[in-house]
């Protein structure tokens, strides 16, 4: 068993689950999403974007605190929640656990419009193969690396992609300063007054849910952990607190890497797209009209360097997706007694799921070839499931022993961001009833 790390920088050296979750948030909602927020109102909700980067990561945490001192995956943990619970094959099920399961369709419809993207990435970059070729062909390729691979090879895979499109998106909104569409500090200012343009509520949620650390990505996190070793401590007070800190610090990771990721995106999205009235997207096209993005300020020759970027920023984040949903389903399944745990269940299921998941995905997209509509249905169900997940966070973490429970200063933000998502998630869904009423 490998000790816990005690000074900061070796703590660094156990950084990881970090990646795999940036690699995840990091596409669908940063180099799609939030353009297109930027895109349809300008500069009016940066404040909105920093509050889903800043505000969630928190959760993301707590939840995890819980996971490595009791050693449980997220299900496990969830199914201790109070409410009405099922009991098959000898598990017990809470309500909230069939809840997020039930979450899994319009999750699964999220990644076909994320293959679509992806797809539409390829087609530009290969014409030769069509976009419902390149679909089929990035869910198998998908499927193909997790079927060989393991944690290690998925860290390094995604490493990789992570500092280079989070290097390149600096890059190129610096770059966008010594152009017309330049960022001026009066509209940074206006960013952050707090404005709330309703006729884009929708998108707001989506992006809300889509952006940051949804709470797909929360759950997944917490099998990241487990994987990486966060856990193994023999129930040791003094190991658990460090293997805590450890996690701690990842977490700060997550927020750094997501940050710089996805704020470049929003930027360019509000000085340049919106300048151009591109919103919606000519014909549907995501990836054409984020291409103007990098055209606009760096010439004609960007579309050759944009479009390799958007296709492996895309793809890395089809690619962590699916291998979340293949530890998150896989738990679903036995947790819940859907299927007897026996000592390779878990594994087989892995390997089920790694196929089955790309398999609907691609057949999600040719139900609705939409990619924007699929994420937003995606995008909103997270939005909304999230304040479960915050619920869940400031019960479980309240059982744990009081030398393991975090600050009362920690329970006190839980609770305000609860109270924060659950008005704007009220708020947003009251707007839209009046506007279709």
């Not at 909230?96 to 539409?120: K, N």
Request: hydrophobic share 55%; glycine share 8%.
């Amino acid at each position: 068993m490998v000790k816990a790390p005690t000074s900061f920088s070796q703590r660094l050296k156990f950084i990881g689950p970090s990646i795999i979750v940036t690699g995840s948030v990091v596409g669908s909602g940063s180099i799609a999403l939030s353009p297109l927020l930027g895109a349809a109102t300008g500069f009016a909700f940066l404040w909105w974007l920093l509050l889903s980067l800043w505000s969630k990561p928190l959760i993301q945490a707590e939840i995890s605190r819980y996971v490595i001192a009791t050693n449980q995956t997220f299900l496990e943990s969830f199914s201790d929640m109070p409410g009405p619970k099922t009991n098959l094959r000898g598990k017990k099920a809470s309500w909230l656990v069939w809840f997020m399961f039930i979450g899994v369709i319009p999750s699964v419809a999220g990644m076909g419009g994320l293959a679509g993207a992806v797809a539409e990435a390829g087609h530009l970059m290969i014409p030769i193969l069509s976009t419902e070729l390149w679909v089929a062909t990035a869910c198998f390729i998908t499927w193909f690396i997790l079927y060989l691979g393991t944690y290690e090879t998925l860290e390094k895979i995604l490493l990789g992609m992570v500092v280079f499109f989070s290097t390149v998106t600096l890059i190129i909104a610096i770059s966008m300063q010594a152009t017309p569409f330049a960022i001026s500090g009066a509209q940074i200012l206006s960013g952050l007054t707090f404005s709330f343009p309703f006729e884009h509520a929708a998108l707001a949620l989506a992006v809300f849910g889509f952006t940051g650390i949804s709470y797909g990505e929360i759950m997944a996190y917490t099998y990241w952990c487990i994987e990486k070793g966060y856990s193994k401590h023999n129930s040791d007070q003094n190991e658990v607190k460090a293997w805590i800190k450890v996690m701690q610090t990842d977490v700060w990771a997550t927020v750094f890497f997501v940050t710089i990721g996805t704020l470049p995106f929003f930027l360019l999205g509000a000085a340049v797209l919106n300048a151009l009235g591109l919103y919606p997207p000519p014909e549907g096209d995501i990836i054409q009209t984020l291409l103007n993005m990098f055209t606009s300020i760096l010439g004609a020759w960007a579309k050759w360097f944009f479009i390799p970027l958007a296709f492996f920023v895309l793809f890395s984040t089809l690619l962590s997706g699916t291998a979340a949903f293949t530890r998150t389903i896989a738990d679903y399944f036995i947790s819940m007694g859907l299927v007897a745990e026996k000592e390779n269940t878990r594994s087989r299921l892995i390997k089920i799921v790694a196929f089955a998941i790309p398999l609907f995905s691609a057949f999600a997209y040719f139900l609705l070839p939409n990619p924007i509509t699929l994420l937003l249905i995606a995008g909103i169900w997270a939005a909304l499931g999230l304040p479960m997940i915050n619920i869940g966070a400031l019960y479980l973490t309240s059982k744990l022993d009081k030398e393991l429970q975090p600050k009362r200063t920690t329970k006190t933000i839980l609770w305000i961001s609860l109270v924060l998502q659950v008005s704007m998630a009220a708020l947003i869904l009251y707007s839209q009833t009046i506007g279709i009423s």
